[in-house]
């Protein structure tokens, strides 16, 4: 079982839909969550974190935490074709990745017009 | 600030070369680390360092060594490149342990 899971896609959603990101972790003890933006060609942006179960808002995105199922996921309300991305899950904070974090493959999200 | 930053940018070797990765951050981190990133795969750590003096192995260290004598900067040294290294390799650094990574632009390495 990989540490960190997440559906590779592509995801497509039409231009102001909401998307809907997915990511599973083995490590119960797990203490902090990231999601990550990369675009074709270029290094992963920090666009979320979250460390407490429930929802956390800023501007379009969305992530929410639930620790008892294992899971974090992020919504993308009004998706843009800008949106158009790999989302890349991260965790830390477990006690087999101490100090680091475990990526997931990431999923890579399209938005047509 | 200007962050994180890799140099070079693009480089291509051939087998058997060496090459220094280089990777400077302004922030004033402690942590560092080097990844690896094959088309279509996530992020592998290769080498991370918890401040300067101190460096431990990633997931896939074997044919790459680091350095870290100061808070700024952390090469990553190819020995006897092979086809297998081409890829893309980030630096990333991080005020805390376990906290969110800044990533640096990257450099593109072809290893023929």
């Known amino acids: 079982q990989k540490e960190v899971e997440q559906n590779s896609g592509p995801l497509s959603v039409p231009e102001g839909a909401i998307a809907s990101l997915n990511c599973t972790y083995s490590?119960?003890?797990?203490?902090?969550f990231f999601w990550y933006r990369q675009y074709s060609g270029k290094s992963p942006e920090l666009i979320m974190f979250?460390?407490?179960?429930g929802d956390k808002e800023d501007g379009r995105f969305t992530a929410q935490l639930n620790k008892a199922s294992q899971y974090v996921s992020l919504l993308i309300r009004d998706s843009q074709p800008s949106d158009s991305a790999t989302y890349l899950c991260?965790?830390?904070?477990?006690?087999?990745?101490?100090?680091?974090?475990?990526f997931g493959q990431g999923t890579t999200l399209q938005v047509k017009p | 600030n200007a962050g994180v930053t890799q140099t070079p940018k693009f480089r291509i070797l051939k087998i058997g070369q060496s090459m220094t990765l280089q990777c400077t951050q302004d922030?004033?981190?402690?942590?560092m680390y080097w990844y690896r990133q094959d088309p279509g795969m996530g992020l592998k750590l290769i080498y991370y360092?918890?401040?300067?003096?101190?460096?431990d192995k990633g997931e896939v260290p074997n044919g790459y060594n680091v350095s870290r004598s100061t808070t700024e900067d952390f090469p990553l040294r190819l020995e006897l490149a092979a086809p297998s290294q081409t890829s893309v390799y980030f630096c990333?650094?991080?005020?805390?342990?376990?906290?969110?990574?800044?990533f640096g632009p990257g450099t593109r390495l072809t290893v023929l």
């Open positions: 979250i460390y407490s179960n």
């Open positions: 991260a965790v830390s904070g477990g006690s087999s990745n101490t100090g680091k974090l475990i």
């Open positions: 990333a650094s991080s005020l805390r342990e376990g906290g969110e990574q800044f």
């Open positions: 490590d119960r003890g797990s203490q902090s």
């Open positions: 360092s918890v401040g300067a003096g101190i460096t």
């Open positions: 922030m004033n981190h402690n942590y």
